[in-house]
């Protein structure tokens, strides 16, 4: 019996420190409205398509190096309240902690006129452990306050993240056809290639 509590003490203390789940900034949108919004069977059936779409362009630009983003993107900028998350992301963003050294620093990088990206570091080498895209507002952005508001809200995240995915996808020469699951489902090996 007591080696049963060393070893499952010794698991717990290695699976706590294997992974991170921090929370980001979520600036005017109902966060309780949100992921209300998101159990509704309407809203539900497309979540997860519109999440793997984010989720790839995301993780072109986290697996970039550190330095690459930086050039390309730089300088750093406050993350303001003119920039928001796209109604499908989560309002965290989770990762490996093993081997982690960045101090859960994190930074914000514009994108154009059109989006930016909280980059979170992976502390000494030139990685970066996570990354999560923002929208940045506009004459026509409406804030995710009331149900009503949804339609609207979905149109304009879906017409400014297909400007977003464009800058992104110029600034840093991958063709647009390497995120497009539809037409590239081994997007991970082309977005790592392109960068070598």
Not at 163 to 166: G, V
Not at 172 to 175: A, G, Q, S
């Given at each position: 019996m007591k080696t049963q509590i060393y070893i499952f003490t010794v698991l717990a203390c290695v699976s706590?420190?294997?992974s991170l789940l921090l929370p980001i900034p979520s600036p005017q949108d109902d966060t309780a409205l949100k992921y209300a919004l998101w159990q509704e069977p309407a809203v539900a059936s497309t979540l997860e398509t519109e999440r793997r779409e984010l989720y790839e362009l995301e993780e072109v630009l986290r697996?970039?190096?550190e330095s690459q983003l930086k050039k390309v993107f730089g300088p750093e900028k406050p993350l303001e309240d003119s920039y928001v998350l796209p109604?499908?992301?989560h309002t965290a963003v989770g990762f490996s902690g093993l081997g982690y050294k960045g101090e859960l620093k994190m930074y914000f990088l514009p994108i154009g006129n059109v989006g930016g990206v909280l980059v979170f570091p992976y502390g000494?080498?030139?990685f970066v452990s996570a990354v999560a895209l923002y929208l940045k507002t506009d004459e026509t952005f409406q804030p995710l306050r009331k149900q009503d508001s949804l339609e609207a809200r979905q149109e304009w995240d879906h017409r400014r993240l297909a400007?977003?995915?464009?800058v992104i996808l110029k600034s840093?020469?991958?063709?647009n056809k390497a995120v497009d699951s539809t037409a590239n489902p081994t997007f991970h090996s082309l977005a790592v290639a392109a960068q070598l």
């Open positions: 706590a420190q294997a697996t970039l190096k109604f499908c992301r000494d080498r030139d400007e977003l995915k464009a840093i020469e991958i063709p």
